[in-house]
């Protein structure tokens, strides 16, 4: 399994240098629940987002638990997932849980899809996600 190797660690944000040497920066995002990524200072890719399902009736979360709703990594299979969601988890003390791989395409992106289900099996056996 790669590993990405912390090498800075600055609070909401977190340097990672990956197996070809590239320098990633992982930035946690508290305003929409994300995790983004940099290289050279410059977003790339897509994101991690996590969602509160649990909210009351003025909308706002309790915060224990989050549904992992989006998992691009710009570099797949570098580690850098695995980052994302520890980092999630540093960051809030929640819990994270996925969906099913059940086929169904949901509008709020937490469909399985690509590497989607190995990602999240391979996190469940490490007790990442639930």
Known sequence: ?????????????????????????????????????????QYIGDEFRFIDEDVDEDG?????????????????KSGLGREAVKFFIDMTGARIYARPNDGQTRDDGSHLTEDAPGFVERMRGEHLIQ
């Open 60 to 76: 706002i979360g309790n915060g224990e638990s989050y549904l992992l709703a989006r998992m691009y990594s710009p570099v797949p």
């Open 1 to 41: 399994m790669a590993r990405a190797t912390l090498i800075s660690d600055r609070g909401n944000e977190r340097d990672y240098q990956i197996r070809d040497g590239r320098i990633i920066t992982l930035v946690y995002d508290d305003w929409d629940y994300s995790i983004r990524f940099k290289e050279n200072n």
